[in-house]
């Protein structure tokens, strides 16, 4: 599988997770894929078009906005939302070794369930919500 990070969460995740799980799956930031300054419709087609990618998004509100909810819709790409509460007033490690943790679950909901799932994420359980 492949893991995507949206500009709403560390670049070193990336880096993390490639370190500890690279064997199995992989993962790209949107910084590195995409350069800074790209919308999120133009990302999520791209994405689209290579296949195989789950997104990784600290941005709730993508759910919300009508433009991004279409697209992420038309995709049929899988979605982990992290709830605000994933950084609120959390430093960067501590947001690192919870999703160190939860990690296993969201790679085991992201194999089983179909494409275009949503799930959104608390710092210490996951949720279906589409």
Request: glycine residues 4%; proline residues 5%.
């Amino acid at each position: 599988m492949k893991f995507f990070f949206d500009e709403n969460t560390s670049p070193k995740w990336v880096t993390i997770f490639d370190a500890l799980d690279g064997a199995y799956n992989q993962s790209d930031h949107i910084n590195k894929k995409f350069g800074p300054v790209v919308t999120d419709q133009i990302w999520i087609s791209k994405l689209q078009s290579e296949g195989d990618w789950i997104i990784i998004t600290g941005d709730i509100k993508m759910k919300t906005n009508p433009g991004v909810r279409i697209a992420l819709r038309q995709s049929n790409i899988t979605v982990f939302f992290l709830k605000p509460s994933w950084q609120h007033n959390r430093k960067l490690l501590e947001q690192t070794w919870r999703l160190i943790k939860l990690w296993p679950d969201i790679v085991d909901k992201a194999s089983r369930h179909p494409c275009g799932a949503w799930f959104e994420a608390e710092p210490n359980r996951l949720q279906k919500i589409k």
